[in-house]
C-alpha cells in the first residue's frame, strides 16, 4: 500500500510512504513548477517527501503556483505501487491542498468560509460600507491581476520606497507563490486582508482592469498605470459593437482617478478608448522602461544559466482573442539549433495559467518569471508579432523581428489595428520561421535605421530612465499620499 498525508514539519510537504525497495524518483509535475521528493528508507519501506515550495530563477522558495500537479513514482505501474488514498481539502498555512490518485490540487490559503460567493459577497458588503474617513496612508499595487509583482506598479513601488520609505504598501496576489518587493505585505485576493486593504489605502496603483465590483472611496484616489502603447485596437474601439462591452469599459475607467501614458500617441489613444477625456493623463514614459536605458542584465543572465556571450533571443507574442495558450508559430528548439542561440519563450500574462512551459535544448520558458524588463534587458534580438513590448523594446536600441503568420486574420476579424504595422515596422516582417530565420542570420540594421530612429523618437522621447522618479514626483507633489 502507499500511505499519504500532508505536513507542515519544516514547512508545508506531501508525504507518500509504501513498502518495498524505494523508488528512484518522486516528482511533483505541474504546468509551470516541478519539484523533486527527499527519498529515505532502505529495504522494506521507504518515505518520499515532496516540499509544496519552489525556487525559480534564483530567488527565494515560495509556496507551489495555485494548480494541478501530477505525483509521478518512478517504474509505480511496474512494480504494483497502488494510488494512494485520497486527501481531503487541508490548510497548510500558505496554502491549501486536497490529493486525489496521482492528481494533487493546490490553491491559496483561503479560508473556506470565504472561498464561496456568499462569503465574498458578505466581506464586500462589510469593504463597501466602511466610513469614508480614515484612510491609511498606503498604497495597494497590483499588476497583471495579482499573477506577479511587476510592469509599472513594481517600478513606482521601487522608487517609493526610496522616496517615502515610510509608506505602507500592499501587493495584491494571486497566491504566496508571487514574490513581492522587499518590505511591502503581500495580500491574497479574496481575502479579508486583500478586502481590507484595497478599501482602507489611499491610493491604488494598478496596470489593469479593477475587479469585484471595486467601489472607489470619496477621497480614494487610483492610478491606472497600463500595460504598453497600443497597436491593436481596445476596449470601445474593438471590432463588433457589443452594448455590454461599451458598458463595461466606462463604467472601469470612471474607477480611476489619473491615466498614466507612455507618449503622446498612447494618450490619445488610451484616453478615447477608455472615455478618459476629462481627467489627468499623466504623459511620463513607463517607468518600467527605466532599466532599460540604465540597467545592467548580468544578474538576469545568471538567473537565467545563460553562459556569458550567448546569443539571446526573446520570443514574446501577444495573446489571441480566439485561444488560450501560447500562440505555436515558433519551434523554439529548431530556432535555437538554426541560430546557435538560447530562446526565451515569454508568454502574454494571459496565457501564465492555462498554458505549460516549453522545453528543449537552450530553450527557457520564461513565461512565469516575474519582471519582463529584465528579459528585455537581456535580449540581443526581439521577436514579436502585434505585442506591446515592441514600444519598449526599442528603448534598447537592439534588433527586433516581426512573425505575423496570422497579419490579416488579427488584423480584420480578431483586433484591428491603430496604425499601418508593416509601413512602420523598425524591422523585419517574416512570415514563417525559415524566413526568420534568414532575417536572423543577415544583418538589416542600416536598412531599418531610419525607421528604428523615427519610431523611438515618437514612442520613447520620455523613456529616458527618469519616469518614475517623475510619477513619484507627482504622486507626492499632489499629496496622493504622505512622505
Known amino acids: 500500500m502507499t500511505d499519504a498525508r500532508f505536513t507542515t514539519d519544516g514547512g508545508p510537504a506531501l508525504v507518500l510512504s509504501g513498502e518495498g525497495e524505494r523508488p528512484a524518483t518522486v516528482e511533483l509535475v505541474g504546468a509551470r513548477a516541478r519539484v523533486v521528493a527527499r527519498l529515505s528508507g532502505r529495504g522494506k519501506t521507504w518515505r518520499a517527501t515532496l516540499p509544496l515550495r519552489a525556487a525559480r530563477w534564483g530567488g527565494p522558495e515560495l509556496p507551489l503556483p495555485t494548480g494541478t500537479y501530477e505525483v509521478r513514482v518512478t517504474d509505480a505501474a511496474d512494480r504494483g505501487i497502488p494510488a494512494p488514498d485520497a486527501l481531503p481539502l487541508t490548510q497548510l498555512g500558505t496554502l491549501r491542498a486536497e490529493l486525489e490518485q496521482w492528481t494533487l490540487r493546490v490553491g491559496p490559503p483561503m479560508d473556506p468560509a470565504y472561498d464561496s460567493g456568499e462569503g465574498q459577497d458578505a466581506l464586500e458588503r462589510r469593504y463597501a460600507t466602511r466610513p469614508a474617513s480614515g484612510f491609511e496612508n498606503a498604497v495597494f499595487f497590483e499588476s497583471f491581476y495579482g499573477r506577479n509583482a511587476s510592469c509599472n506598479p513594481l517600478a513606482i513601488d521601487r522608487e517609493l520606497t526610496r522616496r517615502a520609505p515610510g509608506v505602507t504598501r500592499y501587493w495584491s496576489v494571486v497566491d504566496l507563490s508571487v514574490a513581492v518587493p522587499e518590505g511591502a505585505i503581500a495580500v491574497v485576493e479574496g481575502t479579508p486582508e486583500w478586502w481590507r486593504a484595497r478599501g482602507a489605502a489611499r491610493l491604488l496603483v494598478v496596470n489593469d482592469w479593477l475587479r469585484r465590483r471595486f467601489a472607489r472611496r470619496k477621497g480614494q484616489v487610483v492610478l491606472q498605470t497600463w500595460h504598453g502603447t497600443p497597436l491593436k485596437r481596445l476596449a470601445l474601439h474593438r471590432p463588433g459593437f457589443d452594448p455590454r462591452r461599451m458598458a463595461a469599459v466606462v463604467r472601469e475607467s470612471r474607477r480611476w482617478n489619473i ?224 512622505p
Not at 537581456?378 to 515592441?390: F, R
Not at 523613456?463 to 517623475?470: F, K, T, V
Open 259 to 482: 491615466l498614466l501614458a507612455q507618449n503622446p500617441y498612447a494618450a490619445r489613444i488610451l484616453g478615447k478608448a477608455y472615455a478618459f477625456l476629462s481627467r489627468p493623463i499623466w504623459v511620463e514614459g513607463y517607468p518600467r522602461n527605466d532599466v532599460l536605458a540604465s540597467g545592467d542584465g548580468t544578474a538576469t543572465r545568471g538567473a537565467l544559466g545563460i553562459r556569458p556571450g550567448e546569443r539571446v533571443l526573446l520570443y514574446a507574442p501577444t495573446w489571441r482573442d480566439d485561444r488560450e495558450q501560447i500562440v505555436d508559430f515558433v519551434d523554439p528548439v529548431a530556432l535555437a539549433a538554426a541560430t546557435d542561440s538560447v530562446v526565451l519563450v515569454r508568454g502574454h500574462s494571459r496565457t501564465l495559467l492555462p498554458g505549460r512551459d516549453a522545453e528543449g535544448p537552450r530553450v527557457i520558458d520564461v513565461t512565469g518569471f516575474p519582471d519582463t524588463s529584465q528579459l528585455l534587458l537581456v535580449a540581443d534580438a526581439l521577436i514579436t508579432d502585434y505585442s506591446s513590448v515592441m514600444f519598449d523594446f526599442s528603448v534598447t536600441g537592439k534588433p527586433m523581428y516581426f512573425l505575423v503568420p496570422d497579419m490579416e486574420h488579427y488584423r480584420g476579424e480578431l483586433r484591428g489595428f491603430y496604425f499601418d504595422l508593416a509601413e512602420h515596422a523598425p524591422g523585419p516582417m517574416v512570415r514563417t520561421q525559415d524566413e526568420l530565420a534568414a532575417a536572423l542570420a543577415g544583418d538589416d540594421r542600416e536598412r531599418y535605421a531610419e525607421r528604428y530612429e523615427l519610431w523611438r523618437a515618437k514612442f520613447n522621447a520620455r523613456d529616458d530612465g527618469h519616469a518614475a522618479e517623475r510619477v513619484v514626483a507627482r504622486i507626492l507633489d499632489q499629496g496622493l499620499i504622505e
